[in-house]
Protein backbone atom coordinates (compact mmCIF):
# COMPACT_ATOMS: atom_id res chain seq x y z
CA UNK A 1 0.00 0.00 0.00
CA UNK A 2 1.11 3.77 -1.02
CA UNK A 3 1.13 5.83 2.16
CA UNK A 4 4.51 8.20 2.33
CA UNK A 5 4.37 10.14 -1.26
CA UNK A 6 7.64 12.25 -1.77
CA UNK A 7 6.15 15.18 -3.81
CA UNK A 8 8.63 17.43 -5.79
CA UNK A 9 6.66 20.94 -6.27
CA UNK A 10 9.21 23.02 -8.55
CA UNK A 11 7.41 26.23 -8.12
CA UNK A 12 8.80 29.75 -9.87
CA UNK A 13 10.67 31.31 -6.17
CA UNK A 14 11.60 28.14 -3.95
CA UNK A 15 11.82 24.28 -4.55
CA UNK A 16 10.37 21.77 -2.33
CA UNK A 17 10.05 18.66 -1.71
CA UNK A 18 7.58 17.67 0.61
CA UNK A 19 6.41 13.95 2.17
CA UNK A 20 2.71 13.73 2.27
CA UNK A 21 0.98 10.78 4.46
CA UNK A 22 -1.67 9.95 2.28
CA UNK A 23 -3.62 8.55 5.46
CA UNK A 24 -4.46 11.71 7.13
CA UNK A 25 -3.96 14.07 4.07
CA UNK A 26 -1.24 15.87 5.74
CA UNK A 27 2.62 17.02 5.16
CA UNK A 28 5.19 14.90 7.44
CA UNK A 29 8.22 16.93 6.32
CA UNK A 30 9.48 19.15 3.92
CA UNK A 31 12.96 20.79 2.39
CA UNK A 32 12.95 23.37 0.75
CA UNK A 33 15.43 25.81 -1.69
CA UNK A 34 15.41 29.07 -3.33
CA UNK A 35 15.06 28.56 -7.40
CA UNK A 36 16.90 30.67 -8.97
CA UNK A 37 17.68 30.99 -12.68
CA UNK A 38 21.14 31.58 -13.91
CA UNK A 39 21.49 34.53 -15.94
CA UNK A 40 24.67 33.96 -18.72
CA UNK A 41 24.43 32.98 -22.07
CA UNK A 42 22.48 31.77 -23.75
CA UNK A 43 20.04 33.25 -22.47
CA UNK A 44 18.23 32.93 -18.73
CA UNK A 45 17.40 29.52 -17.62
CA UNK A 46 16.68 27.36 -14.93
CA UNK A 47 19.32 25.91 -13.01
CA UNK A 48 18.26 22.40 -13.75
CA UNK A 49 21.65 20.45 -11.90
CA UNK A 50 21.64 22.33 -8.79
CA UNK A 51 17.51 21.19 -8.30
CA UNK A 52 18.63 18.09 -9.28
CA UNK A 53 21.07 17.89 -6.72
CA UNK A 54 18.49 19.37 -3.85
CA UNK A 55 15.81 16.53 -5.44
CA UNK A 56 18.32 13.66 -4.74
CA UNK A 57 19.70 14.90 -1.55
CA UNK A 58 15.93 15.74 -0.47
CA UNK A 59 14.35 12.09 -1.51
CA UNK A 60 17.61 10.39 0.48
CA UNK A 61 17.12 12.56 3.89
CA UNK A 62 13.05 12.13 3.58
CA UNK A 63 13.17 8.10 3.10
CA UNK A 64 16.01 7.95 6.35
CA UNK A 65 13.03 9.53 8.10
CA UNK A 66 10.58 7.74 7.13
CA UNK A 67 10.16 5.24 3.76
CA UNK A 68 8.82 6.91 0.71
CA UNK A 69 6.39 4.50 -1.35
CA UNK A 70 5.92 6.61 -4.36
CA UNK A 71 7.42 9.61 -6.45
CA UNK A 72 5.02 12.49 -7.86
CA UNK A 73 5.78 15.55 -9.41
CA UNK A 74 4.80 18.80 -9.84
CA UNK A 75 6.21 22.71 -11.06
CA UNK A 76 4.70 25.71 -12.43
CA UNK A 77 4.11 25.86 -16.18
CA UNK A 78 5.12 27.88 -19.05
CA UNK A 79 7.96 25.75 -19.16
CA UNK A 80 9.38 22.83 -21.08
CA UNK A 81 12.23 20.92 -21.91
CA UNK A 82 13.92 19.52 -25.15
CA UNK A 83 16.36 16.45 -25.13
CA UNK A 84 18.48 14.55 -27.42
CA UNK A 85 17.98 10.76 -27.72
CA UNK A 86 20.19 10.07 -24.44
CA UNK A 87 17.96 12.39 -22.32
CA UNK A 88 20.51 15.29 -22.40
CA UNK A 89 19.35 19.00 -22.63
CA UNK A 90 19.53 20.25 -26.00
CA UNK A 91 19.14 23.66 -25.20
CA UNK A 92 18.68 24.74 -21.21
CA UNK A 93 15.42 25.38 -19.92
CA UNK A 94 14.16 28.83 -20.63
CA UNK A 95 12.87 30.92 -18.18
CA UNK A 96 9.52 32.33 -18.76
CA UNK A 97 10.68 36.05 -17.58
CA UNK A 98 13.10 36.08 -20.29
CA UNK A 99 11.87 38.75 -22.71
CA UNK A 100 13.28 37.17 -25.85
CA UNK A 101 10.90 35.41 -27.26
CA UNK A 102 9.03 38.77 -27.38
CA UNK A 103 11.84 39.94 -30.45
CA UNK A 104 9.96 37.53 -32.87
CA UNK A 105 6.29 38.43 -31.95
CA UNK A 106 5.41 39.38 -35.30
CA UNK A 107 6.66 35.85 -36.61
CA UNK A 108 5.61 34.62 -34.06
CA UNK A 109 1.40 35.84 -34.33
CA UNK A 110 1.25 35.11 -37.64
CA UNK A 111 1.22 31.34 -36.75
CA UNK A 112 -0.20 30.95 -33.38
CA UNK A 113 -3.81 29.79 -33.54
CA UNK A 114 -6.56 32.24 -32.36
CA UNK A 115 -7.88 31.79 -28.36
CA UNK A 116 -11.01 30.62 -29.77
CA UNK A 117 -9.08 27.62 -30.83
CA UNK A 118 -6.95 27.14 -27.65
CA UNK A 119 -8.38 28.87 -24.83
CA UNK A 120 -4.57 30.93 -24.48
CA UNK A 121 -4.13 34.35 -24.23
CA UNK A 122 -1.23 36.47 -25.98
CA UNK A 123 1.20 36.89 -22.93
CA UNK A 124 4.80 38.56 -23.43
CA UNK A 125 8.18 37.10 -22.19
CA UNK A 126 7.78 33.75 -22.51
CA UNK A 127 4.68 32.89 -21.06
CA UNK A 128 3.33 30.81 -23.95
CA UNK A 129 5.57 28.17 -23.80
CA UNK A 130 4.88 27.73 -27.80
CA UNK A 131 6.60 31.44 -28.16
CA UNK A 132 9.12 30.16 -26.03
CA UNK A 133 9.93 26.78 -28.32
CA UNK A 134 9.73 28.78 -31.43
CA UNK A 135 12.28 31.94 -30.47
CA UNK A 136 14.58 28.35 -29.73
CA UNK A 137 13.90 26.99 -32.73
CA UNK A 138 14.45 30.37 -34.91
CA UNK A 139 17.75 31.18 -32.97
CA UNK A 140 19.13 27.94 -32.11
CA UNK A 141 18.66 25.89 -35.05
CA UNK A 142 21.31 23.26 -34.75
CA UNK A 143 20.83 22.62 -31.02
CA UNK A 144 17.26 22.57 -31.93
CA UNK A 145 17.56 19.92 -34.32
CA UNK A 146 19.41 17.94 -31.91
CA UNK A 147 15.65 17.84 -30.07
CA UNK A 148 14.69 14.36 -30.14
CA UNK A 149 11.34 14.93 -27.33
CA UNK A 150 9.62 17.78 -26.62
CA UNK A 151 8.92 17.82 -23.14
CA UNK A 152 6.59 19.71 -19.61
CA UNK A 153 8.52 20.62 -17.23
CA UNK A 154 6.74 18.21 -14.60
CA UNK A 155 7.75 15.49 -16.91
CA UNK A 156 11.52 16.64 -17.82
CA UNK A 157 12.00 15.49 -14.19
CA UNK A 158 10.31 12.17 -14.48
CA UNK A 159 12.37 11.37 -17.17
CA UNK A 160 15.36 11.88 -15.40
CA UNK A 161 13.98 10.04 -12.82
CA UNK A 162 12.80 7.01 -15.06
CA UNK A 163 14.31 7.48 -18.43
CA UNK A 164 10.86 7.49 -19.57
CA UNK A 165 9.43 10.74 -21.49
CA UNK A 166 6.14 11.64 -21.84
CA UNK A 167 3.73 14.66 -21.93
CA UNK A 168 0.16 15.65 -20.02
CA UNK A 169 -2.48 17.60 -20.50
CA UNK A 170 -2.24 19.95 -17.32
CA UNK A 171 0.94 21.31 -18.51
CA UNK A 172 -0.15 21.29 -22.28
CA UNK A 173 -3.22 23.09 -21.50
CA UNK A 174 -1.45 26.09 -19.73
CA UNK A 175 -1.34 29.15 -21.56
CA UNK A 176 0.92 27.53 -23.92
CA UNK A 177 -0.90 28.17 -27.57
CA UNK A 178 -0.22 23.70 -27.85
CA UNK A 179 -3.40 22.35 -26.95
CA UNK A 180 -6.80 22.26 -28.32
CA UNK A 181 -8.84 21.62 -25.11
CA UNK A 182 -12.11 21.17 -27.15
CA UNK A 183 -10.35 18.37 -28.90
CA UNK A 184 -7.98 17.16 -26.31
CA UNK A 185 -5.77 17.00 -29.26
CA UNK A 186 -2.19 19.49 -30.22
CA UNK A 187 -3.35 22.63 -31.65
CA UNK A 188 -2.65 23.65 -35.39
CA UNK A 189 0.70 25.36 -34.23
CA UNK A 190 2.08 22.38 -33.33
CA UNK A 191 1.83 20.52 -36.94
CA UNK A 192 2.98 24.01 -38.52
CA UNK A 193 5.91 24.28 -36.82
CA UNK A 194 6.50 20.30 -37.92
CA UNK A 195 6.77 19.31 -33.75
CA UNK A 196 4.20 16.72 -33.22
CA UNK A 197 6.83 13.89 -34.16
CA UNK A 198 9.20 15.62 -31.25
CA UNK A 199 6.24 15.45 -29.02
CA UNK A 200 6.64 12.59 -26.27
CA UNK A 201 3.19 10.75 -25.71
CA UNK A 202 0.62 12.28 -23.37
CA UNK A 203 -0.04 10.25 -20.25
CA UNK A 204 -2.64 10.83 -17.74
CA UNK A 205 -0.94 12.62 -14.63
CA UNK A 206 -1.92 9.61 -12.42
CA UNK A 207 -0.17 6.86 -14.53
CA UNK A 208 2.88 5.57 -13.10
CA UNK A 209 5.90 5.75 -15.72
CA UNK A 210 7.78 3.42 -13.90
CA UNK A 211 10.41 2.70 -11.36
CA UNK A 212 13.14 4.92 -9.91
CA UNK A 213 16.20 4.15 -12.51
CA UNK A 214 18.39 1.56 -10.39
CA UNK A 215 21.04 4.35 -10.24
CA UNK A 216 19.29 6.82 -8.14
CA UNK A 217 17.59 4.04 -5.95
CA UNK A 218 21.15 3.33 -5.40
CA UNK A 219 21.67 7.35 -4.64
CA UNK A 220 18.75 7.87 -2.63
CA UNK A 221 18.24 4.65 -0.72
CA UNK A 222 15.31 3.73 -2.37
CA UNK A 223 13.50 0.86 -2.82
CA UNK A 224 14.34 0.19 -6.74
CA UNK A 225 10.93 -0.28 -7.20
CA UNK A 226 9.23 2.81 -5.97
CA UNK A 227 7.12 3.93 -8.82
CA UNK A 228 7.00 7.58 -10.13
CA UNK A 229 3.56 9.23 -11.43
CA UNK A 230 3.55 11.39 -14.43
CA UNK A 231 3.02 14.42 -12.63
CA UNK A 232 1.33 17.82 -13.29
CA UNK A 233 0.74 21.33 -13.49
CA UNK A 234 0.55 23.13 -10.18
CA UNK A 235 -2.27 25.01 -9.86
CA UNK A 236 -4.44 21.97 -11.35
CA UNK A 237 -2.47 19.92 -8.10
CA UNK A 238 -4.19 22.35 -5.82
CA UNK A 239 -7.45 21.71 -7.45
CA UNK A 240 -7.51 17.98 -7.52
CA UNK A 241 -8.42 17.65 -4.29
CA UNK A 242 -11.19 19.77 -4.73
CA UNK A 243 -12.24 17.83 -7.55
CA UNK A 244 -12.60 14.63 -6.09
CA UNK A 245 -14.53 15.77 -2.81
CA UNK A 246 -16.19 19.22 -3.01
CA UNK A 247 -20.02 19.98 -5.22
CA UNK A 248 -20.05 22.35 -7.58
CA UNK A 249 -19.91 25.46 -8.18
CA UNK A 250 -16.78 26.45 -6.15
CA UNK A 251 -13.85 28.10 -7.03
CA UNK A 252 -10.20 27.71 -6.08
CA UNK A 253 -7.56 29.94 -5.62
CA UNK A 254 -4.12 28.58 -5.34
CA UNK A 255 -1.39 31.47 -4.33
CA UNK A 256 2.89 31.29 -4.42
CA UNK A 257 4.32 33.41 -7.42
CA UNK A 258 1.11 33.64 -8.91
CA UNK A 259 -2.23 33.44 -7.98
CA UNK A 260 -4.56 31.37 -10.23
CA UNK A 261 -8.35 31.29 -9.64
CA UNK A 262 -9.89 28.69 -10.83
CA UNK A 263 -14.30 27.71 -11.46
CA UNK A 264 -15.97 24.94 -11.63
CA UNK A 265 -19.71 25.17 -12.14
CA UNK A 266 -19.74 28.40 -12.55
CA UNK A 267 -21.88 31.19 -13.98
CA UNK A 268 -21.68 30.99 -18.27
CA UNK A 269 -19.05 34.47 -19.36
CA UNK A 270 -17.48 34.85 -22.31
CA UNK A 271 -13.42 34.70 -21.42
CA UNK A 272 -11.67 38.13 -21.99
CA UNK A 273 -8.03 37.09 -23.24
CA UNK A 274 -6.97 41.08 -23.04
CA UNK A 275 -7.64 40.57 -19.18
CA UNK A 276 -5.52 37.28 -18.92
CA UNK A 277 -8.26 34.71 -18.35
CA UNK A 278 -7.73 31.56 -19.98
CA UNK A 279 -9.03 27.59 -20.32
CA UNK A 280 -6.65 25.55 -18.14
CA UNK A 281 -7.38 21.83 -18.16
CA UNK A 282 -7.37 20.03 -15.08
CA UNK A 283 -5.99 16.55 -14.06
CA UNK A 284 -9.29 14.59 -15.53
CA UNK A 285 -8.70 16.23 -18.69
CA UNK A 286 -11.80 18.82 -18.57
CA UNK A 287 -11.32 22.61 -19.32
CA UNK A 288 -11.85 24.90 -16.51
CA UNK A 289 -11.97 28.61 -16.74
CA UNK A 290 -8.96 30.31 -15.22
CA UNK A 291 -7.47 33.78 -14.25
CA UNK A 292 -4.46 35.01 -12.51
CA UNK A 293 -2.08 37.80 -11.97
CA UNK A 294 0.94 37.14 -10.47
CA UNK A 295 0.40 38.28 -6.70
CA UNK A 296 3.32 36.47 -4.55
CA UNK A 297 5.86 38.35 -6.23
CA UNK A 298 3.90 41.89 -5.86
CA UNK A 299 3.47 40.79 -2.36
CA UNK A 300 6.75 40.01 -2.13
CA UNK A 301 7.53 43.35 -3.99
CA UNK A 302 5.29 45.44 -1.85
CA UNK A 303 6.41 44.33 1.85
CA UNK A 304 10.08 43.67 1.01
CA UNK A 305 9.81 40.29 1.87
CA UNK A 306 9.60 41.04 5.53
CA UNK A 307 7.22 39.56 8.54
CA UNK A 308 4.34 41.88 8.86
CA UNK A 309 2.16 42.45 12.00
CA UNK A 310 -1.12 44.60 12.51
CA UNK A 311 -3.89 45.21 14.87
CA UNK A 312 -7.79 45.37 14.53
CA UNK A 313 -7.14 49.22 14.72
CA UNK A 314 -4.99 48.90 11.53
CA UNK A 315 -7.73 47.58 9.62
CA UNK A 316 -10.29 50.06 11.20
CA UNK A 317 -8.24 52.71 9.98
CA UNK A 318 -7.73 51.70 6.62
CA UNK A 319 -11.54 50.58 6.17
CA UNK A 320 -12.85 54.19 7.49
CA UNK A 321 -9.97 56.61 5.91
CA UNK A 322 -10.47 54.00 2.16
CA UNK A 323 -6.85 53.67 2.43
CA UNK A 324 -6.40 52.05 -1.69
CA UNK A 325 -3.69 50.06 -3.59
CA UNK A 326 -4.80 50.17 -7.01
CA UNK A 327 -3.60 48.04 -9.93
CA UNK A 328 -1.11 47.19 -11.00
CA UNK A 329 2.26 46.50 -8.79
CA UNK A 330 3.91 44.11 -11.46
CA UNK A 331 3.49 44.90 -15.15
CA UNK A 332 2.53 41.97 -17.52
CA UNK A 333 -0.23 39.52 -16.71
CA UNK A 334 -2.86 40.74 -14.90
CA UNK A 335 -7.18 41.70 -15.48
CA UNK A 336 -6.02 45.85 -15.50
CA UNK A 337 -3.45 45.26 -18.45
CA UNK A 338 -4.02 49.27 -18.69
CA UNK A 339 -3.39 50.78 -15.15
CA UNK A 340 -0.50 51.04 -12.98
CA UNK A 341 0.07 51.80 -9.97
CA UNK A 342 -1.66 54.03 -7.73
CA UNK A 343 -1.93 54.95 -3.86
CA UNK A 344 -4.98 56.48 -2.51
CA UNK A 345 -5.37 58.17 0.69
CA UNK A 346 -2.04 56.54 1.73
CA UNK A 347 -0.53 59.83 4.17
CA UNK A 348 1.40 58.78 7.05
CA UNK A 349 0.77 54.93 6.90
CA UNK A 350 2.16 53.05 9.73
CA UNK A 351 3.63 49.30 8.58
CA UNK A 352 0.51 47.19 9.93
CA UNK A 353 -2.18 49.78 8.20
CA UNK A 354 0.32 49.62 4.67
CA UNK A 355 0.00 45.50 5.46
CA UNK A 356 -3.88 45.79 5.18
CA UNK A 357 -4.26 47.82 2.32
CA UNK A 358 -1.86 45.52 0.73
CA UNK A 359 -3.35 42.61 1.96
CA UNK A 360 -6.94 44.11 0.52
CA UNK A 361 -5.38 45.14 -2.67
CA UNK A 362 -4.76 41.28 -3.11
CA UNK A 363 -8.26 40.07 -2.09
CA UNK A 364 -9.32 42.32 -4.23
CA UNK A 365 -7.18 41.55 -7.72
CA UNK A 366 -8.69 37.43 -6.84
CA UNK A 367 -12.25 38.89 -6.39
CA UNK A 368 -11.63 40.62 -10.06
CA UNK A 369 -10.33 37.39 -11.57
CA UNK A 370 -13.20 35.52 -10.19
CA UNK A 371 -15.68 37.53 -11.46
CA UNK A 372 -14.10 37.44 -15.24
CA UNK A 373 -14.18 33.74 -15.45
CA UNK A 374 -17.67 33.31 -13.72
CA UNK A 375 -17.05 32.00 -9.86
CA UNK A 376 -19.48 30.92 -8.01
CA UNK A 377 -20.22 28.75 -4.94
CA UNK A 378 -17.44 28.96 -1.97
CA UNK A 379 -13.92 29.81 -2.80
CA UNK A 380 -11.13 27.85 -1.09
CA UNK A 381 -7.52 29.47 -1.14
CA UNK A 382 -5.16 27.31 -1.00
CA UNK A 383 -1.08 28.24 -0.36
CA UNK A 384 0.63 31.01 1.79
CA UNK A 385 -2.17 33.62 1.04
CA UNK A 386 -4.46 31.36 3.11
CA UNK A 387 -2.33 32.02 6.27
CA UNK A 388 -3.36 35.82 5.45
CA UNK A 389 -6.87 36.49 7.54
CA UNK A 390 -6.82 40.47 6.04
CA UNK A 391 -6.77 38.68 2.23
CA UNK A 392 -9.10 35.96 3.45
CA UNK A 393 -11.79 38.09 4.77
CA UNK A 394 -11.77 40.44 2.01
CA UNK A 395 -11.81 38.30 -0.49
CA UNK A 396 -15.24 37.26 1.26
CA UNK A 397 -16.61 40.34 1.43
CA UNK A 398 -15.43 41.19 -2.14
CA UNK A 399 -17.38 37.71 -3.63
CA UNK A 400 -20.56 38.02 -0.78
CA UNK A 401 -19.55 34.33 -0.64
CA UNK A 402 -17.75 32.24 1.54
CA UNK A 403 -13.99 32.00 1.82
CA UNK A 404 -12.13 28.42 2.81
CA UNK A 405 -8.73 29.41 4.18
CA UNK A 406 -7.40 25.63 3.19
CA UNK A 407 -4.88 24.45 6.64
CA UNK A 408 -2.11 22.77 4.58
CA UNK A 409 1.16 25.01 3.53
CA UNK A 410 0.54 23.99 0.08
CA UNK A 411 -2.04 22.38 -1.79
CA UNK A 412 -0.05 21.81 -4.38
CA UNK A 413 1.61 18.91 -2.50
CA UNK A 414 -1.31 17.18 -1.51
CA UNK A 415 -2.96 17.20 -5.02
CA UNK A 416 0.06 16.11 -6.22
CA UNK A 417 0.43 13.42 -3.86
CA UNK A 418 -3.11 12.06 -5.12
CA UNK A 419 -2.02 10.63 -7.91
CA UNK A 420 -0.47 7.97 -6.35
CA UNK A 421 -3.51 7.70 -4.58
CA UNK A 422 -6.78 5.21 -4.83
CA UNK A 423 -8.68 7.78 -6.07
CA UNK A 424 -11.55 7.89 -3.29
CA UNK A 425 -12.93 11.19 -2.54
CA UNK A 426 -10.87 13.23 0.16
CA UNK A 427 -12.60 15.99 2.67
CA UNK A 428 -11.68 19.66 1.89
CA UNK A 429 -10.13 21.37 5.06
CA UNK A 430 -9.92 24.68 6.35
CA UNK A 431 -11.21 27.74 8.40
CA UNK A 432 -14.69 29.06 6.84
CA UNK A 433 -14.91 32.57 6.63
CA UNK A 434 -18.04 34.65 5.89
CA UNK A 435 -18.29 37.53 4.17
CA UNK A 436 -17.96 40.70 7.31
CA UNK A 437 -21.30 41.96 7.98
CA UNK A 438 -19.82 45.71 8.40
CA UNK A 439 -20.87 48.30 5.95
CA UNK A 440 -17.28 49.32 6.06
CA UNK A 441 -15.84 46.18 3.95
CA UNK A 442 -18.25 46.76 1.01
CA UNK A 443 -17.91 50.19 0.81
CA UNK A 444 -14.19 49.91 0.33
CA UNK A 445 -14.79 47.60 -1.92
CA UNK A 446 -17.16 49.68 -4.07
CA UNK A 447 -14.75 52.92 -3.74
CA UNK A 448 -11.57 50.17 -5.26
CA UNK A 449 -13.83 49.05 -7.65
CA UNK A 450 -14.90 52.53 -8.94
CA UNK A 451 -11.54 53.87 -9.27
CA UNK A 452 -10.12 50.71 -10.61
CA UNK A 453 -12.51 50.40 -13.55
CA UNK A 454 -12.87 53.79 -14.50
Not at 244 to 273: H, I, N, Y
Not at 305 to 321: F, H, K
Request: hydrophobic content about 40%.
Amino acid sequence: MIRHVAVIDIGKTNAKVALVDLTTLSEIALRRMANTPVRHAPYPHHDVEALWTFILNSLAYLNGERRIDAISITTHGATGALVDHSGELALPVLDYEFDGPDRLTEEYNAVRPPFAETGTPRLPAGLNLGAQFFWQQKRFPAEFARAAAMLTYPQYWALRLTGIAANEVTSLGCHTDLWNPWTSDYSPLVDKMGWRQLMAPVRPARERLGPILPVFARRTGLDPQTPVFCGLHDSNASLLPHLLSDQPPFCVVSTGTWVVSMAVGGRKVELDPARDTLVNINALGDPVPSARFMGGREFSLLTDGQPQEWIDDDVAVVLARQVLLLPSTQQGSRPFPHRDAQWVNAEDLSPGQRFAAISFYLALMTATCLELIGGDGATTVEGPFARNPLFVSMLAAATERPVIASETSTGTSIGAALLASDGTPTMSMGERTEPPAEPAWQAYRQAWRKIATA
